[in-house]
């Protein structure tokens, strides 16, 4: 097929089905590594709509280098764990040998610079598989395609992390947006659970941080 007649296919397809079809490329195309650093950003992108500081995005990126670091020096290269840092919060996902692995790796994470605060959610279990790795970002795909389908909501201000068919949800907030989020993606198929990890804000301090960010609920009818 001609490439302006495959260009063309491509532009009337929906936003969600391109980022579907990107994404689901990535998966086949590119290996797996058991350490994972920032698997919730495609690409690990700063984006302008961020409601982070700039500072503070360049700290969280620091942050994940630095945990992946140390997380190869105390554990090796076999483990899985998956970190993920918003605003200084450190998320921790995926799987380790036992309890006192599990306890050791907090504990190193929390002595990692400029970390405000870590969330374990590492199951003691052997590491899961390419195939639930790769489906784990699948789900995570058609979570972000669902935000970014939902009129009252700026897709920008979530930040997804999918294990093992559990969906967490980071982002600076309000009630009514977590509110909202949390609803659309329990609508996802695939999804088995929504832990929310938000820093809530008010409506009125998203005005005045971010006032084109203010978005209104669509009206209802």
């Known amino acids: ?15 969600h089905a391109l980022l579907i079809a990107a994404l689901a490329a990535a998966v086949v195309s590119s290996a797996c590594a058991p350490l994972v650093i920032g698997g919730a950003m ?11 500081t700039s500072g503070t995005q360049v700290e969280d990126e620091g942050i994940e280098y630095k945990a992946a670091a140390r997380i190869r020096d105390n554990f090796g290269g076999n483990t899985h764990v998956s970190v993920n840092s ?20 907090e504990n190193v ?4 610079e ?20 790769s489906n784990d970002l699948l789900t995570a795909t058609k979570v972000k395609a669902a935000l970014v389908d939902a009129p009252d ?21 309000t009630e009514r947006e977590a509110k909202r989020a949390t609803e659309i993606v ?12 938000f820093e809530i804000i008010s409506e009125d301090e998203l005005a005045r941080t971010v006032p084109s ?6 009206p209802t009818k």
């Not at 994470?109 to 990692?112: E, I, L, N, S, T």
């Not at 920008?156 to 559990?166: K, P, S």
């Not at 329990?186 to 990890?197: E, M, P």
Request: charged share 25%; glycine share 6%.
């Open 153 to 173: 909501l700026l897709s920008n201000a979530f930040y997804v992390v999918v294990e093992r068919d559990t969906v967490f949800l980071m982002g600076r907030v």
């Open 186 to 197: 329990r609508g996802v198929s695939s999804v088995k659970k929504v832990v929310r990890a």
């Open 42 to 52: 495609v690409g690990g992108a700063l984006v302008a709509t961020d409601r982070r």
């Open 109 to 112: 994470m929390a002595g990692v």
């Open 86 to 105: 918003y605003n200084r919060l450190l998320l921790l996902t995926g799987e380790v040998a036992s309890e006192a692995d599990r306890v050791k790796l």
């Open 213 to 218: 960010q203010a978005k209104s609920p669509a």
């Open 1 to 15: 097929m001609p490439t302006s007649d495959r260009t063309s296919r491509l532009s009337q397809l929906p936003r």
């Open 114 to 133: 400029n970390v405000r605060t870590v969330l374990n959610e590492t199951g003691v279990m052997p590491p899961s598989s390419v195939s639930t790795r």
